[in-house]
């Protein structure tokens, strides 16, 4: 079964510029989550969809970033316009539903450099 | 009271011998705590996890020990290998939340 895909898995941008990334979750998986993770620290989280509703988007700079889930499947995060400080990690997660009894599956990630 | 503080930020041990990681929480709503390992370009992985009706959990050489009172939880490997060294992160949620905080990740090395 494949895992969780992420792309691109490096972007380096010049600031104000825009970026995308993509995630398509393990099949059958209703919940996507997108976590930002900086040099040395654990992920957060950025939000969290069930099916095609975001039902945890309290941690998404919503002045930014933004984030879409169509069709409950693959999800893109966006930024415009970068900044300095949005240079990290981006991860995609999938779950089989919401709850802690269902494990969370990281995808690799996407390295945002900012310039 | 939804920050879940991690020690030591690193860790370096010999082969075959014990590897210890400790957590703390403070918010009592919490209720499910894995542990995850993540390598390097890599997502981090679930390892194990308890909820906090058990003191102990185990998994082949990975045991987690979970103090409800002191609100503290800790990773124990044991016969650690060279193939162990990763970072690893302790992580706390609510129930039927789907929310992980997580700890600031403690990288482990284990020397042949």
Known sequence: EAGVVQSPRYKIIEKKQPVAFWCNPISGHNTLYWYLQNLGQGPELLIRYENEEAVDDSQLPKDRFSAERLKGVDSTLKIQPAELGDSAVYLCASSLESGFEYEQYFGPGTRLTVT | ?112
């Not at chain 2, 209720?31 to 959990?57: H, N, T």
């Open chain 2, 1 to 112: 009271q939804q920050q879940v503080k991690q020690s030591p930020q690193s860790l370096i041990v010999q082969k075959g011998g014990i590897s210890i990681i400790n957590c703390a929480y403070e918010n009592t709503a919490f209720d499910y705590f894995p542990w995850y390992q993540q390598f390097p370009g890599k997502g981090p992985a679930l390892l194990i996890a308890i909820r906090p009706d058990v003191s102990e959990k185990k998994e082949g050489r990975f045991t987690i020990s979970f103090n409800k009172s002191a609100k503290q939880f800790s990773l124990h490997i044991m016969d650690s290998q060279p193939g162990d060294s990763a970072t690893y992160f302790c992580a706390a949620s609510k129930r039927n939340t789907g929310k992980l905080i997580f700890g600031q990740g403690t990288t482990l090395q284990v020397k042949p």
